[in-house]
Protein backbone atom coordinates (compact mmCIF):
# COMPACT_ATOMS: atom_id res chain seq x y z
CA UNK A 1 0.00 0.00 0.00
CA UNK A 2 1.43 3.59 -0.92
CA UNK A 3 1.95 6.18 1.12
CA UNK A 4 -1.07 8.20 -1.06
CA UNK A 5 -3.37 4.99 -0.85
CA UNK A 6 -2.90 5.07 3.48
CA UNK A 7 -3.39 8.70 3.75
CA UNK A 8 -6.58 8.32 1.57
CA UNK A 9 -7.73 5.39 3.69
CA UNK A 10 -6.98 7.24 6.85
CA UNK A 11 -8.86 10.53 5.41
CA UNK A 12 -11.61 8.69 4.34
CA UNK A 13 -12.30 6.55 7.56
CA UNK A 14 -12.05 10.25 9.14
CA UNK A 15 -14.79 11.56 7.09
CA UNK A 16 -16.77 8.94 7.58
CA UNK A 17 -16.89 8.87 11.41
CA UNK A 18 -17.08 12.69 11.50
CA UNK A 19 -20.62 12.35 9.37
CA UNK A 20 -21.52 9.52 11.41
CA UNK A 21 -20.99 11.43 14.65
CA UNK A 22 -22.83 14.66 12.95
CA UNK A 23 -26.05 12.97 11.53
CA UNK A 24 -26.23 10.97 15.07
CA UNK A 25 -26.25 14.19 16.73
CA UNK A 26 -28.42 16.35 14.38
CA UNK A 27 -31.00 12.95 14.38
CA UNK A 28 -31.23 12.74 18.55
CA UNK A 29 -31.64 16.77 18.84
CA UNK A 30 -34.22 16.61 16.17
CA UNK A 31 -35.88 13.96 17.58
CA UNK A 32 -36.14 15.91 20.88
CA UNK A 33 -38.27 14.41 23.02
CA UNK A 34 -39.52 11.88 20.63
CA UNK A 35 -36.50 9.34 21.44
CA UNK A 36 -37.48 9.22 25.28
CA UNK A 37 -41.11 9.02 24.16
CA UNK A 38 -40.51 6.12 21.55
CA UNK A 39 -38.13 4.57 24.47
CA UNK A 40 -40.74 4.33 27.06
CA UNK A 41 -42.64 1.98 24.66
CA UNK A 42 -40.31 -0.71 25.46
CA UNK A 43 -41.44 -0.30 29.34
CA UNK A 44 -44.45 -2.18 28.46
CA UNK A 45 -42.97 -6.13 27.56
CA UNK A 46 -39.76 -7.03 26.42
CA UNK A 47 -40.94 -7.79 22.84
CA UNK A 48 -41.65 -4.06 23.05
CA UNK A 49 -38.07 -3.17 24.40
CA UNK A 50 -36.54 -5.01 21.00
CA UNK A 51 -38.96 -3.24 18.66
CA UNK A 52 -38.09 0.10 20.26
CA UNK A 53 -34.11 -0.48 20.99
CA UNK A 54 -34.43 -1.59 16.77
CA UNK A 55 -36.23 1.54 15.29
CA UNK A 56 -34.73 4.01 17.60
CA UNK A 57 -30.99 3.37 17.19
CA UNK A 58 -32.26 2.59 13.28
CA UNK A 59 -33.44 6.24 13.09
CA UNK A 60 -30.64 8.06 15.28
CA UNK A 61 -28.08 5.90 13.73
CA UNK A 62 -26.42 5.42 17.68
CA UNK A 63 -26.67 2.20 19.25
CA UNK A 64 -24.37 3.47 22.27
CA UNK A 65 -27.17 6.48 22.70
CA UNK A 66 -29.95 4.60 22.89
CA UNK A 67 -27.93 2.54 25.38
CA UNK A 68 -27.07 5.78 27.52
CA UNK A 69 -31.18 6.32 27.79
CA UNK A 70 -32.03 2.89 28.31
CA UNK A 71 -29.18 2.94 31.79
CA UNK A 72 -30.72 6.47 32.34
CA UNK A 73 -34.89 4.22 32.16
CA UNK A 74 -33.38 1.60 34.33
CA UNK A 75 -31.98 3.62 36.76
CA UNK A 76 -35.12 5.56 36.95
CA UNK A 77 -36.92 2.57 37.84
CA UNK A 78 -38.92 2.99 34.56
CA UNK A 79 -37.44 -0.34 32.88
CA UNK A 80 -36.16 -4.12 34.21
CA UNK A 81 -33.18 -5.36 33.40
CA UNK A 82 -35.04 -7.75 31.07
CA UNK A 83 -36.77 -4.86 29.37
CA UNK A 84 -33.06 -3.23 29.17
CA UNK A 85 -31.23 -6.12 27.84
CA UNK A 86 -34.16 -6.58 24.97
CA UNK A 87 -33.31 -3.19 24.28
CA UNK A 88 -29.89 -3.91 23.92
CA UNK A 89 -30.57 -6.31 21.30
CA UNK A 90 -32.60 -4.20 19.14
CA UNK A 91 -29.97 -1.81 19.22
CA UNK A 92 -27.97 -4.82 17.57
CA UNK A 93 -30.51 -5.48 15.06
CA UNK A 94 -31.07 -1.52 14.54
CA UNK A 95 -26.96 -1.14 13.65
CA UNK A 96 -27.03 -3.08 10.44
CA UNK A 97 -28.94 0.02 9.02
CA UNK A 98 -25.85 1.52 8.02
CA UNK A 99 -24.41 -1.52 6.13
CA UNK A 100 -27.31 -1.21 4.13
CA UNK A 101 -27.39 2.46 3.95
CA UNK A 102 -23.55 1.80 2.33
CA UNK A 103 -24.73 -0.98 -0.09
CA UNK A 104 -27.93 0.11 -1.52
CA UNK A 105 -26.73 3.85 -2.04
CA UNK A 106 -22.93 3.95 -1.34
CA UNK A 107 -22.03 1.69 -4.27
CA UNK A 108 -24.90 2.25 -6.51
CA UNK A 109 -25.13 6.09 -6.95
CA UNK A 110 -22.63 8.18 -8.11
CA UNK A 111 -21.49 10.12 -4.40
CA UNK A 112 -20.38 13.71 -5.76
CA UNK A 113 -23.94 13.89 -7.39
CA UNK A 114 -25.67 13.84 -4.11
CA UNK A 115 -22.92 13.91 -1.32
CA UNK A 116 -21.96 17.48 -2.35
CA UNK A 117 -25.28 19.11 -2.61
CA UNK A 118 -26.16 17.54 0.84
CA UNK A 119 -23.72 19.28 2.77
CA UNK A 120 -24.49 22.77 1.05
CA UNK A 121 -27.98 22.08 1.50
CA UNK A 122 -27.57 20.97 5.02
CA UNK A 123 -25.54 23.96 6.41
CA UNK A 124 -27.92 26.51 4.61
CA UNK A 125 -30.97 24.69 6.73
CA UNK A 126 -28.05 25.12 9.72
CA UNK A 127 -27.67 28.75 9.32
CA UNK A 128 -31.35 29.51 8.53
CA UNK A 129 -32.66 27.34 11.44
CA UNK A 130 -30.12 29.16 14.05
CA UNK A 131 -30.54 26.79 17.62
CA UNK A 132 -34.02 25.49 16.40
CA UNK A 133 -35.15 21.88 15.36
CA UNK A 134 -34.19 22.44 11.61
CA UNK A 135 -30.72 23.45 12.22
CA UNK A 136 -30.30 20.02 13.90
CA UNK A 137 -32.07 18.74 10.65
CA UNK A 138 -29.13 20.53 8.39
CA UNK A 139 -26.28 19.33 10.71
CA UNK A 140 -27.73 15.74 9.88
CA UNK A 141 -28.26 16.14 6.22
CA UNK A 142 -24.74 17.55 6.25
CA UNK A 143 -23.17 14.70 8.36
CA UNK A 144 -25.34 12.57 6.02
CA UNK A 145 -23.59 14.08 2.74
CA UNK A 146 -19.51 13.80 4.87
CA UNK A 147 -20.80 10.40 5.61
CA UNK A 148 -20.87 9.38 1.81
CA UNK A 149 -18.05 11.25 0.54
CA UNK A 150 -15.71 9.60 3.52
CA UNK A 151 -17.58 6.56 2.24
CA UNK A 152 -16.23 7.50 -1.60
CA UNK A 153 -12.97 7.94 -0.35
CA UNK A 154 -12.55 4.55 1.43
CA UNK A 155 -13.69 2.75 -1.20
CA UNK A 156 -11.15 4.46 -3.86
CA UNK A 157 -7.90 3.70 -1.26
CA UNK A 158 -8.82 -0.41 -1.68
CA UNK A 159 -8.93 -0.14 -5.50
CA UNK A 160 -5.98 -1.86 -6.74
CA UNK A 161 -5.42 -3.15 -3.32
CA UNK A 162 -5.68 -6.83 -3.90
CA UNK A 163 -2.59 -6.66 -6.84
CA UNK A 164 -0.25 -4.98 -3.86
CA UNK A 165 -1.38 -7.32 -0.63
CA UNK A 166 -3.23 -10.31 -2.01
CA UNK A 167 -5.39 -10.74 1.12
CA UNK A 168 -7.90 -12.41 -0.98
CA UNK A 169 -5.18 -15.61 -1.18
CA UNK A 170 -5.23 -15.83 2.56
CA UNK A 171 -7.77 -18.38 2.84
CA UNK A 172 -11.34 -19.50 4.36
CA UNK A 173 -10.08 -22.18 6.66
CA UNK A 174 -10.51 -21.63 10.59
CA UNK A 175 -7.13 -20.18 10.86
CA UNK A 176 -7.72 -17.61 8.09
CA UNK A 177 -11.58 -16.72 9.40
CA UNK A 178 -10.45 -16.22 12.88
CA UNK A 179 -7.48 -14.16 11.81
CA UNK A 180 -10.10 -11.96 10.08
CA UNK A 181 -12.43 -11.94 13.09
CA UNK A 182 -9.44 -10.57 15.50
CA UNK A 183 -8.46 -7.66 12.63
CA UNK A 184 -12.34 -6.70 12.67
CA UNK A 185 -11.98 -6.56 16.73
CA UNK A 186 -9.12 -4.81 16.84
CA UNK A 187 -10.26 -2.37 14.23
CA UNK A 188 -13.54 -1.79 16.37
CA UNK A 189 -11.30 -1.50 19.68
CA UNK A 190 -8.99 1.39 17.93
CA UNK A 191 -11.99 3.47 16.15
CA UNK A 192 -14.76 2.47 18.73
CA UNK A 193 -16.78 2.55 15.75
CA UNK A 194 -17.85 -0.71 14.11
CA UNK A 195 -19.85 1.38 11.58
CA UNK A 196 -16.75 2.19 10.10
CA UNK A 197 -14.83 -1.45 10.26
CA UNK A 198 -18.59 -2.23 8.31
CA UNK A 199 -17.88 0.28 5.87
CA UNK A 200 -14.21 -0.98 5.06
CA UNK A 201 -15.67 -4.37 5.09
CA UNK A 202 -17.90 -3.56 2.36
CA UNK A 203 -15.48 -1.37 0.47
CA UNK A 204 -12.72 -4.79 0.39
CA UNK A 205 -15.56 -6.87 -0.60
CA UNK A 206 -16.93 -4.36 -3.21
CA UNK A 207 -12.90 -3.95 -5.20
CA UNK A 208 -12.62 -7.11 -4.75
CA UNK A 209 -9.80 -6.83 -2.02
CA UNK A 210 -10.67 -9.72 0.09
CA UNK A 211 -13.68 -12.91 -0.46
CA UNK A 212 -17.12 -12.46 0.90
CA UNK A 213 -16.36 -15.29 3.66
CA UNK A 214 -13.22 -13.32 5.11
CA UNK A 215 -15.60 -9.52 5.11
CA UNK A 216 -17.69 -11.75 7.17
CA UNK A 217 -15.51 -12.30 9.63
CA UNK A 218 -14.81 -8.58 9.59
CA UNK A 219 -18.04 -8.06 10.32
CA UNK A 220 -18.32 -11.23 13.19
CA UNK A 221 -15.35 -8.98 14.95
CA UNK A 222 -16.67 -5.87 14.28
CA UNK A 223 -19.88 -6.96 16.42
CA UNK A 224 -17.76 -8.61 19.22
CA UNK A 225 -15.33 -5.42 19.39
CA UNK A 226 -18.28 -3.17 20.21
CA UNK A 227 -18.21 -4.65 23.47
CA UNK A 228 -15.15 -2.92 24.25
CA UNK A 229 -16.93 0.16 24.43
CA UNK A 230 -19.59 -1.35 26.83
CA UNK A 231 -16.54 -2.56 28.83
CA UNK A 232 -14.56 0.85 28.78
CA UNK A 233 -18.22 2.48 29.99
CA UNK A 234 -19.01 0.18 32.92
CA UNK A 235 -15.92 1.42 34.65
CA UNK A 236 -16.91 2.61 37.74
CA UNK A 237 -20.39 2.70 36.60
CA UNK A 238 -23.56 1.88 38.58
CA UNK A 239 -24.44 -1.44 39.30
CA UNK A 240 -27.21 -1.75 36.41
CA UNK A 241 -24.88 0.05 34.09
CA UNK A 242 -22.47 -2.93 34.87
CA UNK A 243 -25.14 -5.75 34.36
CA UNK A 244 -26.18 -4.07 30.88
CA UNK A 245 -22.85 -4.10 29.52
CA UNK A 246 -22.48 -7.42 30.96
CA UNK A 247 -25.74 -8.42 29.00
CA UNK A 248 -24.22 -6.44 25.72
CA UNK A 249 -21.12 -8.61 25.92
CA UNK A 250 -22.47 -12.13 26.96
CA UNK A 251 -24.68 -11.55 24.13
CA UNK A 252 -22.13 -10.52 21.50
CA UNK A 253 -19.96 -13.16 22.34
CA UNK A 254 -22.32 -15.77 22.38
CA UNK A 255 -23.63 -15.05 19.05
CA UNK A 256 -19.84 -13.93 17.73
CA UNK A 257 -19.05 -17.65 18.34
CA UNK A 258 -21.94 -19.26 16.48
CA UNK A 259 -21.13 -17.03 13.63
CA UNK A 260 -18.28 -18.00 13.08
CA UNK A 261 -18.64 -21.59 13.40
CA UNK A 262 -21.27 -21.31 10.62
CA UNK A 263 -19.43 -18.96 8.91
CA UNK A 264 -16.06 -21.85 8.59
CA UNK A 265 -19.30 -24.14 7.42
CA UNK A 266 -20.35 -22.36 5.12
CA UNK A 267 -17.16 -19.89 3.78
CA UNK A 268 -15.95 -22.36 1.11
CA UNK A 269 -19.79 -22.37 -0.74
CA UNK A 270 -19.64 -18.13 -0.15
CA UNK A 271 -16.73 -17.69 -1.86
CA UNK A 272 -17.43 -19.55 -4.80
CA UNK A 273 -20.66 -16.87 -5.43
CA UNK A 274 -19.81 -15.28 -9.00
CA UNK A 275 -19.66 -10.98 -8.47
CA UNK A 276 -21.05 -11.09 -12.09
CA UNK A 277 -24.17 -12.99 -10.87
CA UNK A 278 -24.47 -11.89 -7.27
CA UNK A 279 -24.22 -8.44 -5.44
CA UNK A 280 -21.78 -9.38 -3.13
CA UNK A 281 -21.92 -5.66 -0.87
CA UNK A 282 -25.25 -6.31 -0.59
CA UNK A 283 -24.91 -10.06 0.55
CA UNK A 284 -22.36 -9.28 3.20
CA UNK A 285 -25.03 -6.34 4.84
CA UNK A 286 -27.77 -9.23 4.22
CA UNK A 287 -25.25 -11.51 6.02
CA UNK A 288 -24.87 -8.84 8.94
CA UNK A 289 -28.67 -8.17 9.45
CA UNK A 290 -29.59 -12.46 9.48
CA UNK A 291 -26.14 -13.17 12.06
CA UNK A 292 -27.85 -10.41 14.22
CA UNK A 293 -31.16 -11.62 13.56
CA UNK A 294 -29.82 -15.40 14.50
CA UNK A 295 -28.18 -14.15 17.82
CA UNK A 296 -31.59 -12.87 19.29
CA UNK A 297 -33.88 -15.92 18.50
CA UNK A 298 -31.09 -18.11 19.73
CA UNK A 299 -30.66 -16.14 23.11
CA UNK A 300 -33.88 -15.11 23.27
CA UNK A 301 -34.77 -17.58 25.54
CA UNK A 302 -32.60 -17.45 27.84
CA UNK A 303 -33.15 -13.94 28.61
CA UNK A 304 -34.86 -15.37 31.86
CA UNK A 305 -32.23 -17.15 33.08
CA UNK A 306 -29.52 -13.97 31.62
CA UNK A 307 -31.34 -11.51 33.68
CA UNK A 308 -31.59 -13.60 36.72
CA UNK A 309 -27.52 -14.52 36.59
CA UNK A 310 -26.87 -10.49 36.31
CA UNK A 311 -29.38 -9.31 39.25
CA UNK A 312 -27.01 -11.13 41.72
CA UNK A 313 -23.74 -9.63 40.10
CA UNK A 314 -22.37 -6.40 40.59
CA UNK A 315 -24.63 -5.67 43.16
CA UNK A 316 -23.99 -2.12 45.28
CA UNK A 317 -23.43 -1.88 49.14
CA UNK A 318 -26.87 -0.44 49.12
CA UNK A 319 -28.40 -3.56 47.09
CA UNK A 320 -26.81 -6.14 49.50
CA UNK A 321 -27.76 -4.38 52.37
CA UNK A 322 -31.84 -4.26 50.82
CA UNK A 323 -30.94 -8.70 50.77
CA UNK A 324 -32.98 -9.91 53.71
CA UNK A 325 -30.07 -12.18 55.67
CA UNK A 326 -31.79 -14.00 58.24
CA UNK A 327 -35.65 -14.43 56.15
CA UNK A 328 -36.33 -17.86 55.35
CA UNK A 329 -39.77 -19.34 54.63
CA UNK A 330 -38.49 -22.33 55.51
CA UNK A 331 -38.66 -21.40 59.04
CA UNK A 332 -42.36 -20.28 58.78
CA UNK A 333 -43.03 -23.43 60.33
CA UNK A 334 -41.39 -23.01 63.47
CA UNK A 335 -42.71 -19.54 64.95
CA UNK A 336 -40.28 -18.92 67.39
CA UNK A 337 -37.66 -18.65 64.94
CA UNK A 338 -39.12 -16.62 62.43
CA UNK A 339 -39.85 -14.76 65.30
CA UNK A 340 -36.03 -14.01 65.91
CA UNK A 341 -35.11 -14.14 62.04
CA UNK A 342 -37.79 -10.62 62.30
CA UNK A 343 -35.38 -9.48 65.16
CA UNK A 344 -32.27 -10.18 63.62
CA UNK A 345 -33.33 -7.76 60.49
CA UNK A 346 -34.37 -5.27 62.31
CA UNK A 347 -31.23 -4.89 64.22
CA UNK A 348 -29.35 -5.04 60.61
CA UNK A 349 -32.00 -2.30 59.72
CA UNK A 350 -31.06 0.02 62.82
CA UNK A 351 -27.35 0.06 62.14
CA UNK A 352 -27.76 0.86 58.34
CA UNK A 353 -30.53 4.05 59.76
CA UNK A 354 -27.87 4.97 62.59
CA UNK A 355 -25.20 5.01 60.17
CA UNK A 356 -27.72 7.13 57.62
CA UNK A 357 -28.24 9.76 60.52
CA UNK A 358 -24.41 10.00 61.31
CA UNK A 359 -23.59 10.53 57.73
CA UNK A 360 -26.65 12.86 57.19
CA UNK A 361 -25.86 15.27 60.52
CA UNK A 362 -22.28 15.44 59.51
CA UNK A 363 -21.12 18.47 57.67
CA UNK A 364 -18.95 16.71 55.61
CA UNK A 365 -21.52 14.24 54.28
CA UNK A 366 -22.42 15.97 51.12
CA UNK A 367 -23.48 13.18 48.93
CA UNK A 368 -26.77 12.93 49.05
CA UNK A 369 -27.33 10.53 45.94
CA UNK A 370 -25.52 7.88 48.20
CA UNK A 371 -28.16 8.29 51.51
CA UNK A 372 -30.76 8.20 48.85
CA UNK A 373 -29.63 4.92 47.42
CA UNK A 374 -28.58 4.11 50.96
CA UNK A 375 -32.78 4.60 51.49
CA UNK A 376 -34.27 3.06 49.00
CA UNK A 377 -31.89 -0.23 50.37
CA UNK A 378 -34.03 0.25 53.76
CA UNK A 379 -36.94 0.52 52.20
CA UNK A 380 -36.58 -3.11 50.39
CA UNK A 381 -35.57 -4.28 53.50
CA UNK A 382 -38.16 -3.01 55.35
CA UNK A 383 -40.23 -4.38 52.60
CA UNK A 384 -38.88 -8.19 53.09
CA UNK A 385 -39.32 -7.66 56.57
CA UNK A 386 -43.41 -6.99 55.94
CA UNK A 387 -44.45 -9.33 53.47
CA UNK A 388 -42.36 -12.26 55.71
CA UNK A 389 -44.14 -10.71 58.79
CA UNK A 390 -47.71 -11.17 57.11
CA UNK A 391 -46.77 -14.88 55.61
CA UNK A 392 -45.99 -15.53 59.54
CA UNK A 393 -48.78 -14.87 60.59
CA UNK A 394 -51.29 -16.70 58.52
CA UNK A 395 -49.54 -19.53 60.20
CA UNK A 396 -50.93 -21.27 63.46
CA UNK A 397 -49.46 -18.53 66.46
CA UNK A 398 -49.65 -18.53 70.18
CA UNK A 399 -50.91 -15.33 71.74
CA UNK A 400 -47.73 -14.20 72.53
CA UNK A 401 -46.05 -14.55 68.81
CA UNK A 402 -49.28 -13.06 67.70
CA UNK A 403 -48.81 -9.39 69.74
CA UNK A 404 -45.23 -9.43 68.68
CA UNK A 405 -46.11 -9.33 64.86
CA UNK A 406 -47.86 -5.73 64.79
CA UNK A 407 -45.10 -4.07 67.03
CA UNK A 408 -42.01 -5.79 64.55
CA UNK A 409 -44.13 -3.66 61.81
CA UNK A 410 -44.26 -0.47 64.04
CA UNK A 411 -40.32 -0.63 64.45
CA UNK A 412 -40.00 -0.95 60.48
CA UNK A 413 -41.90 1.64 60.17
CA UNK A 414 -40.15 4.12 62.40
CA UNK A 415 -36.81 3.03 60.71
CA UNK A 416 -37.73 3.45 57.23
CA UNK A 417 -39.43 6.78 58.13
CA UNK A 418 -35.70 7.39 60.05
CA UNK A 419 -34.21 6.50 56.80
CA UNK A 420 -36.32 8.98 54.65
CA UNK A 421 -35.61 12.09 56.69
CA UNK A 422 -32.03 11.29 56.29
CA UNK A 423 -31.98 11.21 52.73
CA UNK A 424 -33.42 14.84 53.02
CA UNK A 425 -31.57 16.45 55.09
CA UNK A 426 -28.68 17.35 52.69
CA UNK A 427 -31.32 19.65 51.05
CA UNK A 428 -30.26 22.18 53.94
CA UNK A 429 -26.44 22.11 54.14
CA UNK A 430 -25.63 24.54 52.34
CA UNK A 431 -27.78 26.61 55.10
CA UNK A 432 -25.96 25.30 57.74
CA UNK A 433 -22.95 26.82 56.26
CA UNK A 434 -24.20 30.26 55.74
CA UNK A 435 -24.59 30.29 59.70
CA UNK A 436 -23.04 33.36 60.84
CA UNK A 437 -23.95 34.13 64.03
CA UNK A 438 -21.59 32.13 67.30
CA UNK A 439 -24.36 32.07 69.17
CA UNK A 440 -26.93 30.54 66.85
CA UNK A 441 -23.71 28.04 65.01
CA UNK A 442 -23.08 26.81 68.51
CA UNK A 443 -27.00 26.15 69.48
CA UNK A 444 -27.05 24.03 66.05
CA UNK A 445 -24.25 22.30 67.06
CA UNK A 446 -25.45 21.46 70.20
CA UNK A 447 -28.62 20.09 68.87
CA UNK A 448 -27.03 18.04 66.65
CA UNK A 449 -24.83 16.71 69.01
CA UNK A 450 -27.48 15.48 71.08
CA UNK A 451 -29.19 13.83 68.41
CA UNK A 452 -25.81 11.65 67.27
CA UNK A 453 -25.94 11.12 71.16
CA UNK A 454 -29.23 9.43 70.95
CA UNK A 455 -28.85 7.63 67.84
CA UNK A 456 -25.63 5.85 68.99
CA UNK A 457 -27.36 4.97 72.50
CA UNK A 458 -30.72 3.49 70.38
CA UNK A 459 -28.62 1.57 67.85
CA UNK A 460 -30.04 -2.19 68.81
CA UNK A 461 -28.42 -4.90 68.42
CA UNK A 462 -29.44 -8.60 69.14
CA UNK A 463 -27.23 -9.33 72.61
CA UNK A 464 -27.59 -5.87 74.14
CA UNK A 465 -30.14 -3.81 76.23
CA UNK A 466 -30.89 -0.69 74.80
CA UNK A 467 -31.04 1.54 77.73
CA UNK A 468 -34.47 2.54 77.94
CA UNK A 469 -34.10 5.14 81.41
CA UNK A 470 -31.18 6.44 79.64
CA UNK A 471 -32.63 7.08 76.05
CA UNK A 472 -35.45 8.62 77.41
CA UNK A 473 -33.52 10.81 78.89
CA UNK A 474 -31.61 12.00 76.27
CA UNK A 475 -34.42 12.28 74.30
CA UNK A 476 -35.53 15.06 76.83
CA UNK A 477 -32.34 16.46 76.01
CA UNK A 478 -32.83 16.95 72.49
CA UNK A 479 -36.01 18.02 73.28
CA UNK A 480 -34.59 21.03 74.89
CA UNK A 481 -32.31 21.66 72.77
CA UNK A 482 -34.89 21.98 69.70
CA UNK A 483 -37.05 24.23 71.66
CA UNK A 484 -33.67 26.52 71.97
CA UNK A 485 -32.96 26.70 68.90
CA UNK A 486 -36.18 27.37 67.44
CA UNK A 487 -36.58 30.11 69.95
CA UNK A 488 -33.02 31.52 68.46
CA UNK A 489 -33.85 31.14 64.78
CA UNK A 490 -37.09 32.81 65.62
CA UNK A 491 -35.67 35.84 67.21
CA UNK A 492 -33.19 36.31 64.41
CA UNK A 493 -36.24 36.25 61.77
CA UNK A 494 -37.76 38.75 63.63
CA UNK A 495 -34.70 41.16 63.91
CA UNK A 496 -34.14 40.63 60.38
CA UNK A 497 -31.00 38.94 60.89
CA UNK A 498 -31.96 36.40 58.92
CA UNK A 499 -34.22 36.04 55.80
CA UNK A 500 -37.88 35.18 56.59
CA UNK A 501 -37.44 31.92 54.10
CA UNK A 502 -33.82 30.96 55.05
CA UNK A 503 -35.22 31.14 58.93
CA UNK A 504 -38.37 28.77 57.84
CA UNK A 505 -35.97 26.60 56.19
CA UNK A 506 -33.95 26.47 59.14
CA UNK A 507 -36.65 25.93 61.18
CA UNK A 508 -37.49 22.71 58.53
CA UNK A 509 -34.42 21.50 59.20
CA UNK A 510 -34.30 21.24 63.03
CA UNK A 511 -38.07 20.14 62.55
CA UNK A 512 -36.49 17.19 60.52
CA UNK A 513 -33.22 16.39 62.98
CA UNK A 514 -35.52 16.17 65.99
CA UNK A 515 -38.11 13.82 64.08
CA UNK A 516 -35.23 11.76 63.24
CA UNK A 517 -33.98 11.68 66.90
CA UNK A 518 -37.82 10.45 67.89
CA UNK A 519 -38.21 7.53 65.42
CA UNK A 520 -34.99 6.47 66.99
CA UNK A 521 -36.07 6.51 70.14
CA UNK A 522 -39.47 5.25 69.51
CA UNK A 523 -37.88 2.36 67.88
CA UNK A 524 -35.37 1.31 70.72
CA UNK A 525 -38.23 1.47 73.27
CA UNK A 526 -40.59 -0.75 71.35
CA UNK A 527 -37.27 -3.30 70.34
CA UNK A 528 -38.09 -5.57 73.17
CA UNK A 529 -41.06 -6.03 73.14
CA UNK A 530 -40.84 -7.99 69.57
CA UNK A 531 -37.99 -10.71 71.40
CA UNK A 532 -39.00 -13.63 73.04
CA UNK A 533 -40.65 -13.72 76.65
CA UNK A 534 -37.41 -15.24 77.45
CA UNK A 535 -35.15 -13.14 75.76
CA UNK A 536 -37.03 -9.98 76.80
CA UNK A 537 -36.16 -11.10 80.54
CA UNK A 538 -32.72 -11.64 80.00
CA UNK A 539 -32.35 -7.84 78.72
CA UNK A 540 -33.83 -6.75 82.07
CA UNK A 541 -31.81 -8.59 84.30
CA UNK A 542 -29.09 -6.69 85.89
CA UNK A 543 -25.60 -7.89 84.99
CA UNK A 544 -23.94 -9.58 87.92
CA UNK A 545 -20.39 -7.64 88.97
CA UNK A 546 -17.22 -10.07 89.85
Known amino acids: MTLEMLGQLIGGIGLFLLGMQLMTLGLKQAAGRSLKKALEAATRSKLRGLLSGTLITAAVQSSSAVTVATLGFVNAGLLTLGQSIAVIYGCNIGTTMTGWLVALIGFKIKISAFALPMIGAGMVLRIIGKSGRLSHIGTA ?32 GPLALTLFVLAGFVMTFLMQASAAVMAIALSLVHTGSITLSAAAALVIGANVGT ?35 FLILLAGWLDKLDPDRFDLVSLLALYHTLFNLTGV ?34 ILSTPSLA ?6 ELTRVS ?31 VGKISEFNQELARQNLTVEISETLPISLRVARYYSEMARLSAKLPEYYHLFEQIQDSGLG ?21 DSNTQGYESHQLMREVHRDYQSLKSLLLEHAVS ?14 ASQL ?3 AEQAEKASSHWSSTLPVQHRASLTEEPEHG
Open 141 to 172: VAGFGLFFIGLDFLRGSFDGLSEQVPLNEIGH
Open 227 to 261: TTTALLAAIGATPSAKRISAAHVLFNLLTGAVGLI
Open 297 to 330: AMIWPLTDRMEAFLLKRFRSMEEDEAQPRYLDNN
Open 339 to 344: IEAINR
Open 351 to 381: RHCSRMAREAISAEATDQARLEAQAQGVYRL
Open 442 to 462: NSLTRFQQSVIRLIDLTEISA
Open 496 to 509: GRLQAEESMSLLDA
Open 514 to 516: QRM
